[in-house]
Nanobody, 121 residues
Framework: QVQLVESGGGLVQPGGSLRLSCAAS????????MAWYRQPPGKERELVAQ???????NYANSLQGRFTISRDNAKSTSYLQINSLKPEDTAVYYC???????????????WGRGTQVTVSS
């Protein structure tokens, strides 16, 4: 069974920075894509950023410039660096990995349980 665990969230003042991590454990052959989503209070979940296996990145248009996604394939881990945090960044941040457990297996999506980021003075 594959598990994704996020960490790094917390309470931060406006203008501050956070680095979120998402580590996968279990039987994994390869991770084709990693992504971060967020769900602000009372709103729907939205895509923040994606990164492919060869390092190509994609960001939500409104979030480019302050968010940086990266990955460490050896550690099956993704990172989301968030700078110049704003109160509107307050949300639960979820990671999503698209992966295969076997060489010829199907690709499935896995989700973490989320980590709370609160931006407030």
């Amino acid at each position: 069974q594959v598990q994704l665990v996020e960490s790094g969230g917390g309470l931060v003042q406006p203008g501050g920075s956070l680095r979120l991590s998402c580590a996968a454990s279990g039987s994994i052959f390869d991770i084709t894509a990693m992504a971060w989503y967020r769900q602000p209070p009372g709103k729907e979940r939205e895509l923040v950023a994606q990164i492919t296996g060869d390092g190509m990145t994609n960001y939500a248009n409104s979030l480019q410039g302050r968010f940086t996604i990266s990955r460490d394939n050896a550690k099956s881990t993704s990172y989301l660096q968030i700078n110049s945090l704003k109160p509107e960044d307050t949300a639960v941040y979820y990671c999503n990995f698209r992966l295969r457990q076997r060489r010829w297996g199907a690709v499935y999506d896995y989700w973490g349980r989320g980590t709370q980021v609160t931006v407030s003075s």
